[in-house]
């Protein structure tokens, strides 16, 4: 199987497969933000970068090293930026970056960009960047498409029904919770503190968010919602449900 990771192989070998094979390049983004206590601070980008990879695998697709920074932590979807960890860009540089990538695939020739989105409150700034991306390259590359999809949009009702007995949270209160820990222990499980598993919530947050930021209202573990039940098991379906549904979607939309 050849090698889907970008930053794994030589110029050589990339220009050769762009210009014979016009693969899908996926852009993993995440964010370096408190999962609790049991969850490594990379969890975003981690599992955005798996999704990533093993879509590509389906799709014989390349992928570029994810952006392992992402916009600041909200309370209401990410506990907030009150955490010692969550370290957090400002929209500006989250546009930047991402249409900086872009612009510079297209210059290789990918036409076909999929940016997996794996951080709640990256969702506007990187729909941004692929607006101003795409408008920018309107001449050099009209041909260019980009999808963006936040990967857990894929894992639809019949794949959750089951997994929450007492009844599914939201995605916003997923945050460190049953869906991203089972994730972890299906791609990662040597990151994940069992031990550590927190039955906070579900968060009851007013409708609102003031600022300057504060910890009200914040499950002090961080996380949003319960991890108790998470297992490897669930992790697997979540994922394959996923990348199914995200393979799906690449095959239907380049196709055009
Ligand atoms: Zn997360």
Known sequence: MSEVMMDRISWVTYEARVKRDAPVVFLPVGALEQHGPHLP???????????????????????????NYGYKSQARCGGGQTFPGTTSLDAASLIGLVQDV?????????????VVDGHFE?????????????????????????????????????????????????????????METSLM?????????LDQL?????????????????ADGVPPSGVLSSAKGAEADKGALIFDAVCSGLADAVLREFQR
């Open 41 to 67: 601070l990379g969890v975003d980008a981690m599992l955005s970068t798996a999704v990533a990879a093993e879509t590509a695998r389906r799709v014989d697709g390349l992928v570029a090293p994810p952006l």
């Open 198 to 214: 927190p039955d906070d919530g579900p968060a009851a947050f007013e409708c609102y968010d003031v600022y300057p930021q504060r």
């Open 185 to 193: 222990l299906h791609v990662h499980p040597e990151l994940v503190a």
């Open 122 to 178: 990256n969702q506007w700034f990187v729909t941004e960047a692929i607006e101003l991306a795409v408008r920018e390259l309107r001449h050099d590359a009209p041909d260019l498409r980009v999808l963006r999809t936040e990967y857990w949009d894929f894992c639809g009702k019949a794949v959750l029904d089951p997994l929450y007995p007492d009844g599914f949270p939201g995605h916003a209160l997923e945050h460190g919770a049953l």
């Open 102 to 114: 872009i612009r510079e695939l297209a210059r290789h020739g990918v036409r076909r960009i999929v």
